[in-house]
C-alpha cells in the first residue's frame, strides 16, 4: 500500500512555520551551503512568499509533520515551484510527489499557467521525479543560487474558467483603491434623482454577487437548472445602500468577488454546458452565467468611473 494514500495535505499556517524552515535548512545545509536568500525565505515566508501570489503547502503523516514545498510568484502567468523538502524519517514514501503534484494543482487553480524549478543534478532521484511529473530542461540563467545547475519548466493545464477568476482578482485589485478614494458625500451623490449613486451602483453589484454565487454552485448540481432572478431596483431599495458607510461597501463587495474568483476554477468543464434559466430569461450556459458575470461587473464600474475619466 503506497502511504503516500494516508497522507494528509496541508494549506498553510503560521504555526507551521518552523516546519518549513527546519525541513529545508536539513537538506540544504547536508549538502550545500545555507544562501542568505535561502535565510530570508524560510525565515520570513509571509514576507516573501505568501505576500507575493505565492502558497506554501505541508503533508502530515498522522500527527506527524513530514514535508513541505511552495511556489512563488515570478510574473502574472508564471510559478517557481521552490523549497520541496520531506523530511529523512519520511523518505521513500512518495511524499515528495504528492506534494509536487499537488502544488501543481494549486497553481493552475490559481490561474498560473506555467511553473518553472531550479535544482542540481546531483539531486538525481529529485531531478527524475521531475522529468515523470513531465518537465522539461531548459536555458539556466545566471544570477539565480548558486548549487543550482538546471532549470527545468512545464505547462499548467488550467482550469476552464481559471482566465475569468484572474481576470476578475485583477479588476477587485485594480479597483478597491481607486474606489475607496471617493468622498462619502462622492460617494452618495445622485446624478439626477431618477440615477443611482455610487453607493447604489456598488450595493447593486453586491447584490449581483450574493444572487449569482449560488448560481454558480447550483448549476454544477444537474445538467437543467431553473433559478431565481431578482429584481434589482427593490434589492437595492429594500437595503437602503445610500445609508451605508462607503468603505464598507467596498470591503464587502470586494470580499464576495474573491470569494466568487475563488470558486470560478473550481467548476469543471463538464458543467460549464449545463442549461440555466433565471426568472424569465432565455436558457443559458453556466458559462454565459460566468462570463456575463464579470461583463457586468465592468458595465457598472464604467458607470462609476466613466470611460473618459481613465478607467
Known sequence: MNAANDARVLAWHPDYQPYFEQFNKAWITRNYTLEPIDRAVLEHPQEHILAHGGDIIFVALGNDMAGTVAYKQVDENTVEMTKMAVDDAFQGRKLGWLLAK???????????????????????????????????????????????????????????????????????????????????????????????????????????????YPRFIRAQHSEYSELP???????????????????????????????????????????????????PGAPVTLQYVAEDYLRHIHHHLNQIFPVHANY
Open 229 to 279: 432572478g431578482y429584481n434589482q431596483d427593490f434589492w437595492v431599495d429594500a437595503r437602503q445602500y445610500q445609508h451605508e458607510p462607503w468603505q464598507q461597501l467596498v470591503l464587502l463587495w470586494k470580499t464576495l468577488n474573491l470569494h466568487i474568483a475563488g470558486l470560478l476554477p473550481l467548476i469543471p468543464a463538464e458543467a460549464l454546458g449545463h442549461i440555466c434559466v433565471i426568472g
Open 102 to 212: 499537488t502544488i501543481m494543482e494549486r497553481a493552475a487553480l490559481a490561474g498560473y499557467t506555467r511553473m518553472i524549478l531550479y535544482s542540481n543534478t546531483k539531486q538525481a532521484a529529485a531531478v527524475a521525479m521531475y522529468r515523470k511529473l513531465g518537465f522539461e530542461e531548459m536555458e539556466l540563467e545566471s544570477g539565480g543560487y548558486e548549487r543550482c545547475n538546471i532549470k527545468m519548466g512545464i505547462d499548467l493545464p488550467a482550469p476552464p474558467l481559471a482566465g475569468l477568476a484572474r481576470e476578475l482578482r485583477h479588476t477587485i485589485a485594480q479597483m478597491t483603491e481607486k474606489l475607496l478614494r471617493f468622498s462619502e458625500e462622492e460617494a452618495g451623490a445622485r446624478p439626477s434623482p431618477a440615477k443611482w449613486s455610487r453607493k447604489e451602483i456598488l450595493g447593486h453589484l453586491i447584490d449581483s454577487a450574493a444572487n449569482n
